[in-house]
């Protein structure tokens, strides 16, 4: 992909397209010490290779990083100069803090986020730009793929809700969305309260429900545009004692805060509950049979 001097973008296929008719846009990353160097270069070249590529990409440095991802930061900031900016701080205060950080950094109005270890396809902002803009939206998110070590060989996929009445109503039980997908504005999030350090692990559900709480325009695009790199246990883990509290301190916010009614409340949390304490083994099957959809 190249950028002509007339502000047209070459695609892969070679169709010019003319990149004036969609606003910049800001992309917001988070990054931290655990993490592979190699997949935030991944991740950050699928953005590169977009069909409309980035203005501007946010990354936040949660907390000290390893010398393998500050190369890898580097290399990358020299090689796109004024791309880069990026927000650092010690020590690690997780990722709702991090991208509260983040998003008043973004100089752009339409945000876009991406995790450190996914893979964008390459028409995935060009798409969200055009539903963005075409139905008058504040916030867009897709389908996306699961995959453990090749996104082509994906292990399985979300049957999220498209429409906005549907993302509502299902947004009272679980999240309507998935966060590496999402595009939104920057000042319908502000306005929301941006996003909170309070919730760990529903930082983002907790975002879009006060978005959409406050009149915002949603949608999800029905293809993947996003693949999620998980690890083989990833399911398993998402479940356990230590789990237990931080679904409890979201579900009763959103009560406390009137999102849910509380028979509302006890459909969304009850079954949350109990799929967090059965055994790793059927928690998995659950998320990969029955919450999403298995591939082959």
């Known amino acids: 992909m190249k950028i002509t001097e007339d502000s047209e973008v070459v695609a892969s296929n070679g169709v010019a397209q003319d990149t004036n008719i969609f606003p910049p846009y800001s992309v917001l990353m988070s990054v931290y010490a655990k993490e592979d160097s190699s997949f935030l270069e991944e991740s ?29 930061i580097s290399r990358f900031d020299k090689a796109h100069p004024s791309l880069l900016t990026v927000v650092s701080y010690s020590p690690n205060h997780g990722l709702g803090y991090a991208l509260m950080k983040g998003v008043p950094e973004c100089r752009n109005e339409i945000v876009a986020r991406m995790d450190s270890d996914d893979i964008a396809f390459p028409d995935r902002m060009e798409t969200e730009l055009c539903v ?33 009445e ?23 999030a502000l306005a929301a309260g941006n996003y909170s350090p309070e919730f760990l692990y529903f930082e983002d559900w907790d975002l ?27 399911y398993g883990r998402r479940g356990g004692p230590a789990y237990l509290p931080h679904i409890w301190r979201f579900k009763t916010a959103q009560l406390k805060r009137g999102y ?31 919450l999403r959809k298995g591939t082959n």
């Open 44 to 72: 950050l070249a699928s953005m590169l290779a977009q069909t409309i590529p980035p203005e501007q990409i946010v990354l936040v440095e949660d907390g000290p990083l390893t010398d393998s991802l500050y190369s890898a």
């Open 166 to 188: 549907d993302i509502v109503a299902y947004s009272k039980k679980r999240n309507p969305f998935r966060h590496p997908s999402m595009v939104f504005k920057k000042s319908k």
């Open 208 to 234: 879009f429900n006060r978005m959409l709480a406050s009149g915002c325009r949603a949608w999800n695009v029905d293809r993947p545009l996003v693949a999620m790199r998980v690890s083989a246990d990833f």
């Open 132 to 164: 963005m803009r075409d139905r008058s939206l504040d916030m867009v998110g897709s389908q996306i793929v699961e995959f453990i070590d090749n996104p082509d060989t994906p292990v399985a996929a979300s049957t999220l809700p498209v429409s906005f």
């Open 260 to 290: 849910f009614t509380f028979p509302q409340f006890l459909a969304s949390t009850v079954p949350h509950v109990i799929v967090c304490l059965i055994p790793n083994g059927l928690r998995s099957f659950i998320y990969t049979h029955l």
